[in-house]
């Protein structure tokens, strides 16, 4: 069922009145059913959801730039800093899945601006709840498991949009554009932190980026969603929702848990690269100056996730079979990125351990066009509760193995078991899905050629 725009309006006339968009688009995604978006609108959302997520990378970096200051003032000691920013990642980890699913019972777009809008607030209101009585401390962590519980969301979402409204040819595009949005806001926060703070303290940080969200919130609901559908009418159609399945047997079938099983290897390596790196490079070369390793790799990384999306998208608009452009794509990002981490095991100067790590970034960002998309290939229906499910395996799998790396480091004294450690991780994640994953559809009718468990 098409859903009518009346009402929404930006800019010089309406975005969302033209008899392409009536046709393609309806509120809930259907199988053998056309919901796409018209290039036009394509376009600005792809523009909108960039800036998007830029937004929510810096309201996520926003405490762990400003806990120095703010263990100073509360006379935090260095396992209460932790408790607060590991509070982040245990309410990230716990909405993953139940993002996913509404957002494909109900579209992807509102739950987005629901998120949103709750992460607007709690960044904002950060400051002053911090002042409320004396147990900052508890307050603060749960503030930041909450923010964790309303970003959780984001990325299923995306995945379910994504899937419902984007062409199979251009879905390594946009997400792609969305990976880079995540270098860019983690740039933006690093050198907007670090002027802030100088000049008007931690809280103006939180106040701005609180700020900046909830207008990006504004402007999602004022262009897109307004006079759309009401809360109401949402609820009576996700409960009469014939299209629910029990997504979780799918994850019987071959190329389903082997493209889990590789997300779950590329996650928890890029969280280990994120976590550890910066310490790496203060410990190897320690007259070198923190920008230049701080920043030169996201710079190349946004190109290069840009690039890897479009290239994806091109090789399957020219006839390439898709199953085999996304192979590609993820033998780039955990194979030839794996080579250049290796290299790091050797004795090199700090510019050449800077190409590396630059080299390493940018391809790992091809897997946007590779694993990350995959879920769309494979279960559009589902896309964003299968999505959410094998994020949340990241999520947690990085975590342990960012404590293992720490173990690793402590116990050798090397870099070397770590960057192997990666390595290992990420060719066994690799060969599994060259070898089981595809990229055919498989919640329409019986799927015939998948290898059962």
Known sequence: MAVQHTSSNCGNGSILDSKDYKTNYSSKWEPGEQNLWPRSLARKWTLTLFMGTCLLYCARMA??????????????????????????????????????????RVGGERVLFISATSWAVITAATPLLSHLGSHNLAVMTMTRFLMGVM??????????????????????????????????????AGGMGSLILDQYGWESMFYTIGFLSGLWALF?????LKGEINLTELTKKSKSDKLRKPWLR???????????????????????????LPT??????????????????????????????????????????????????????MGVSSMFILLLSKTVTCPTAVALVSAALGLSSFSSGGVSVNVQDLTPSCA??????????????????????????????????????????????????????????????????????
């Open 151 to 188: 970003q959780g969301v984001f990325f299923p979402s995306l995945a379910s949009l994504c899937s419902q409204r984007v062409a199979e040819g251009g879905r390594g595009l946009l997400m792609s554009t969305m990976n880079s949005g995540t270098h860019l806001g983690t740039l933006i």
């Open 63 to 104: 405490m762990p730039i400003c806990v120095v200051s703010m263990a100073a003032i509360f006379q935090w000691s260095k396992i209460d800093s932790g408790l607060v920013l590991g509070g982040f990642f245990w309410g990230y980890c716990f909405t993953q899945i139940l993002g996913g699913y509404v957002s494909d």
């Open 250 to 276: 799918y994850l019987k079938m071959s190329p389903v848990w082997s493209m889990v099983f590789a997300h779950m290897c590329t996650s928890s390596t890029s969280y280990t690269l994120l976590s550890w």
């Open 220 to 224: 999602v609901w004022q262009c897109f």
């Open 280 to 333: 790496y490079f203060k410990e190897s070369y320690p007259q070198s100056m923190g920008w230049v390793y701080n920043v030169i790799p996201w710079l190349a990384a946004i190109p290069a996730a840009l690039g890897g999306g479009f290239i994806s998208d091109f090789l399957i608009n020219q006839g390439y079979g898709v199953a085999l452009v996304r192979k590609t794509m993820q033998f780039f990002a």
């Open 384 to 453: 964003g509760a299968l999505y959410g499910f094998m994020n949340m395996l990241g999520a947690f799998m990085g975590l342990v193995m960012v404590s293992f790396s720490g173990y690793l480091i402590e116990v050798t004294m090397s870099w070397s078991t770590v960057f192997s450690l990666i390595s290992l991780v990420n060719s066994t994640g690799l060969g599994i899905f060259l070898i089981f994953g595809d990229a055919q559809r498989i919640d329409l009718g019986d799927y015939s050629q998948v290898i059962s468990i």
